[in-house]
């Protein structure tokens, strides 16, 4: 059986809400990572969290080359837009 992907989330509104979306997230079989997040992280908090996972549900992070680069190395290739899913 192959892994779930993983997916980090960043966006503090949907941080602040993340229970509610945790069925969504197993409906589309993904494992969430969801770091405590007040507004954004810094460059070199993403650059270690963001080899980790799949996709990224981005919010007002800093996102300068690096932090693709670092995604790119593990496997983020682009921030994935959270409009996709349903809103309550």
Do not use: H
């Not at 229970?19 to 197993?26: A, H, K, R, V, Y």
């Not at 650059?47 to 680069?69: C, H, K, S, T, Y």
């Amino acid at each position: 059986m192959s892994a779930l992907p993983k997916v980090l989330v960043t966006c503090p509104p949907m941080l602040g809400m993340i229970d509610s979306f945790q069925p969504l997230f197993d409906q589309q079989g993904w494992q969430v990572t969801a770091p405590k997040v007040v507004q954004t992280l810094s460059v070199e908090e993403l650059i270690d969290l963001v080899p980790q996972p799949d996709g990224w549900i981005i919010g007002d992070d800093p996102a300068p080359r690096a932090v693709f680069q670092a995604g790119k190395a593990g496997r983020i290739l682009r921030p994935l837009n959270a409009c996709f899913l349903p809103c309550a």
